[in-house]
Structure formats: structure tokens, C-alpha cells
């Protein structure tokens, strides 16, 4: 798995996809200070403030995290033509959001969030927002502008958190209008979207209960639930996908006609941090619109999650750092099981795809060039790796001279290998069987009748490519170049000037 994000972040990276933000914006306040006596009008602490932040929260905080991925992001909303909308405003702008669209309203007031805290202990959250309902001529404006930043956008996402924004009115006009490439929806309550058909929903464990009129239990048996009432969910959201967010149970992703796919968080210790569903789906959202596939959109969506977690303050996650994260995260190779769910995503998005094996003991030339090609036959390469037992089975007792590890991450490394795993067979038919690629390659020392896998790569309706024979590069020249070396060393070797 550590492979394929690591080519995903490369490829939002490359793309760099717009998306439009519609909804809820807050201003989240973080005072923290001491305390050492009790007030006189009330049993109640005195505190000395020390410090006092502003962050953008809410929609903010989606589009925040959705700029610091690498997206264009187009901020569309209302806010009041106060100071704290004007902080707000300014904040994005500072980011990079595009805030022409964030429009300021006489006479109204922006939604904030206060959390005052004593020696890192929340105290009291002080919450102040728009009570009077939106006036009708800006709710038409909002609606124009949704539109306008959508026709320029990859994806558009609603961040509804149960505001008057989102009319019913409002809602009716947004479906009778094209759908967008993407749509995402991230709301307190997915089912008044249903209209709209949405892509992607997000809801977490409680509004997914919610949704489904049922108690959603704890834990594993919490996924179970979920599962359970997994049509009725499609039924009464409307969308093709959902994701279940389920805290420190990591999320559950349902598409339809497609095997479920967890994801596992890694929970830490408690911090005083708020907006963690706002950084999963702003990963998932900037992933879906470079066209990566839900599975790996999820995955990006919880690596995001687990760093921003573990800051204070209202989270956010930036592309360098999940660029770090993807890399540092161990093991290179994907599991055959696991392999086999993520292709399905890769088939249903439509992509090509190509597999090729082999020893791959010292990566030359040969190799790389071998890989390169065959990436260009098909939208993700495969490749497995041949373990060392069956390496020197095929090789001999001296072989291989890497171990198993150390080439997979060396091909985990090439930026043309998608996903990389670890084989204990002499052949790759069992692999072919299982992953059902579209092409397998081979280099020009093979023909196709020299293959024992072309009965497998037939039964599953792919194709052969033979790619060119690079008759100066091969492992097997390398090593006996190394031996000869070390049996006739050079008249010079350990002498010392």
C-alpha cells in the first residue's frame, strides 16, 4: 500500500485540482491561560488569559486543508461584515483560497467557536453565530456563486454542518441544475442531499445512526452495524459512495457493487484538536478530483487524519507532510488480498491494468528501462517480486544478493511502479488468476510460448506485450562481472599512495 500512496501524492501533486468549497464557514478561537481562585458572584474559576489564536474552522478548515494539500481552492459562503469574518477572510486569503466568493452580509454576524482551556484542559466553549435567518436576496447570490465557482471547478463539496445556508429551497434549485464531475457532500445530515446524488458522503458513525434510524453500538460490532444497514444507507443518501468515519475505529468505505474497505487509524493520546473529519475529507476530496480511486482516497484521508490529530488546535494537514508520511510508513509491498480489493477500484475508474514479475536482484539499467515501458501500456503497473526462496530456486544457492525487502523497496521507489508485492512461486499464475490484470510483460528473452503463464493470462481475458530485448543488461552479466573482478583483481588494487 506504502508504494501507491506515495505515486498518489505524487499525482495530486502534479495536478494540483480545483475545487469549489460551499458552505458553513466558522472561526475557530483557542484561549488558554492559568487559573489560582474562584470568582466571588460564582462557584466558577477566574482565568488569567494568556494567549488567544483564531484558526478558520468549519467549511473554513476543509478549505484550509484542501490549499495546504496543494488544491485551488474557491470559498463559497456567507459570512458577517464583522471583524471576525473579516479575520476569517483574510485568513484564507493568506492560504491561497480564493475568497471573491465568501461573501460579507450587512447586519449579520460570522459563527464562532471559542474554546477556552487551562493547562491544556478544555474548560468551556463559547459558541456566537447568524441567528435570524439569511436574508432571501443573499441566499439567491450564494446560489449563483455555487454555480459560477462549480462551472470552473474538478469537484465541489458541501460542507453542511446545520446552518440556515442550506435551504430546502436551495437544495431543490442545486439538483435541478448539471451535476458536477464530483460532488462530495459532507453533512450533519446526509439524507436532505439525496437529490443531489452525491458521489461521496461522509458521515460519521452518529449521523450515519442517524441516518438509519438505529444504535450503532461501539468497535468492531459498530462495522458490523454499519454493514448491516449498508442499503439503507445508499437508499436514503442517494450516493454511489459513503464513507463512515469512525474516530480511533479508523472508516468504513461502501461503493455500490464493490467489497466494503476499512481503513485503521493510529490513535494517540488526547489533545485539546478539533477538525479531524475536516482534514479526511478534504484529502478525500483533492484525491477523488486528480482521479485517484476511493480506496486510495480513503487511505490519504486517514494518513491526514492521523497527523493532524496529533497537533493542537484546529487540525490541518499539509502535502509535505503527508508526502513524509506515505514514505516513513515501513513495509513497501501490498498483501495479494489487499491488492486484489484496490485493482477492482482501479477496473471500475476504468484504468488499464499491467503486471509483470521477476528476481529484480541488483536493479540495473535493464530493469528501469523494462518498467518504464511497460507503464506506458496501461494507467498502473504491478509488479511482483520473486521472495529469496523461490529466488534461488530459480537462480541457484548463491542467489539472490539482495534480499527480498531491499528490492521491493527499491522498486517501490521508481516513480512508474504503482504497487509492489512479494511471491513464494516459481510462476505468477496464481498471481494472474487472482488480480486479473489487463496485459502482462515480459522482456524479449521470452516468447509467449515459452511462458507457463500464458494459459492464466488467456483464461482472464489479458493480453501479452514482449517488450525490446536489452541484451547488455542483465543480473546475471553483473554478477559474473563482480566474480571475475574479485578472482583477477587489478594490479593496482590495495596499494595505497
Known amino acids: 500500500m506504502t508504494v501507491r500512496l506515495a505515486s498518489a501524492v505524487r499525482d495530486i501533486s ?23 481562585r474562584i470568582a466571588r458572584e460564582a462557584p466558577a474559576p477566574v482565568v488569567d488569559v494568556d494567549t488567544r489564536t483564531h484558526t478558520p474552522g468549519g467549511a473554513a478548515n476543509t478549505a484550509l486543508n484542501l490549499a495546504s494539500l496543494g488544491a485551488k481552492v474557491l470559498a463559497v459562503g456567507l459570512v458577517g461584515d464583522d471583524d471576525a469574518g473579516s479575520l476569517l477572510r483574510e485568513r484564507l486569503a493568506e492560504a491561497g483560497v480564493d475568497v471573491s466568493r ?25 459558541d456566537d453565530g447568524q441567528i435570524d435567518a439569511w436574508p432571501q436576496r443573499e441566499l439567491d447570490a450564494l446560489l449563483d456563486e455555487a454555480l459560477d465557482a462549480t462551472a470552473l471547478a474538478d ?57 438509519v434510524d438505529a444504535t450503532l453500538g461501539d468497535g468492531e460490532a459498530r462495522v458490523a452495524q454499519v454493514l448491516a444497514n449498508a442499503t439503507t444507507l445508499f437508499q436514503r443518501t442517494g450516493a454511489s459512495g459513503i ?16 467489497e466494503p474497505h476499512r481503513t485503521h487509524a493510529h490513535p494517540v493520546s488526547e489533545k485539546q484538536a478539533s477538525g479531524a473529519g475536516d482534514v479526511f475529507v478534504a484529502a478525500v476530496t483533492i484525491a477523488s478530483a486528480a482521479g485517484l480511486p476511493l480506496e486510495i482516497a480513503a487511505e490519504l484521508g486517514q494518513q491526514a487524519a492521523d497527523i493532524a490529530v496529533r497537533k493542537s488546535g484546529t487540525c490541518v494537514c499539509t502535502l509535505d507532510e503527508l508526502h513524509s508520511s506515505v514514505n516513513e510508513a515501513g ?19 476504468g484504468e488499464r491494468i499491467v503486471f509483470t514479475n521477476g528476481c529484480f536482484d541488483v536493479l540495473h539499467r535493464g530493469h528501469t528501462t523494462h518498467l518504464r515501458q511497460a507503464r506506458r501500456l496501461g494507467d498502473v503497473l504491478v509488479v511482483a517480486v520473486n521472495s529469496d526462496d523461490s529466488v534461488r530456486r530459480l537462480k541457484g544457492a548463491d542467489r539472490p544478493i539482495n534480499s527480498a525487502a531491499d528490492r521491493a523497496t527499491l522498486l517501490a521507489e521508481l516513480s512508474c511502479v504503482d504497487y509492489v508485492l512479494v511471491f513464494d512461486d516459481d510462476t505468477a499464475d496464481t498471481l494472474i488468476t487472482r488480480l486479473r490484470p489487463d496485459v502482462y510483460v515480459k522482456g524479449g528473452d521470452y516468447t509467449p510460448e ?41 594490479p593496482t588494487k590495495g596499494r595505497t599512495a
Not at 495536478?15 to 468549497?21: D, K, Q
Not at 454576524?109 to 474548560?123: F, G, H, I, Y
Not at 481475458?461 to 571475475?484: C, K, M, N, P, V
Request: proline share 4%; net charge negative.
Open 14 to 36: 502534479n495536478r494540483r485540482p480545483t475545487v469549489a468549497v460551499i458552505g458553513d464557514y466558522l472561526l475557530d478561537g483557542w484561549w488558554s491561560g492559568h487559573t489560582q
Open 102 to 126: 465568501l461573501r460579507p452580509v450587512d447586519a449579520a454576524r460570522t459563527t464562532t467557536k471559542v474554546r477556552v482551556s487551562v493547562d491544556d484542559q478544555l474548560l468551556v466553549r463559547l
Open 155 to 211: 469537484a465541489q463539496l458541501f460542507c453542511d454542518y446545520g446552518s440556515a445556508i442550506f435551504t430546502a429551497g436551495t437544495l431543490e434549485q442545486l439538483a435541478r441544475h448539471p451535476r458536477p464531475r464530483l460532488r462530495v457532500v459532507d453533512a450533519h445530515d446526509p439524507t436532505r442531499w439525496r437529490a443531489l446524488t452525491p458521489d461521496i458522503v461522509t458521515p460519521n458513525a452518529a449521523e450515519a445512526a442517524a441516518a
Open 243 to 258: 464513507i463512515v468515519t469512525l474516530d480511533r475505529s479508523g472508516t468504513l468505505l461502501l461503493r455500490q457493487g464493490a
Open 331 to 349: 513495509d513497501a509491498t501490498t498483501a495479494l488480498d489487499d491488492l486484489a480489493t484496490l485493482l477492482e477500484g482501479h477496473r471500475a475508474a
Open 450 to 490: 515459452m511462458l507457463t503463464e500464458t494459459a492464466a493470462i488467456t483464461a482472464v481475458g489479458g493480453e501479452i506485450e514482449i517488450l525490446d530485448y536489452i541484451e547488455t543488461h542483465s543480473t546475471t552479466q553483473l554478477f559474473g562481472r563482480i566474480r571475475a573482478s574479485e578472482q583477477h583483481p587489478s
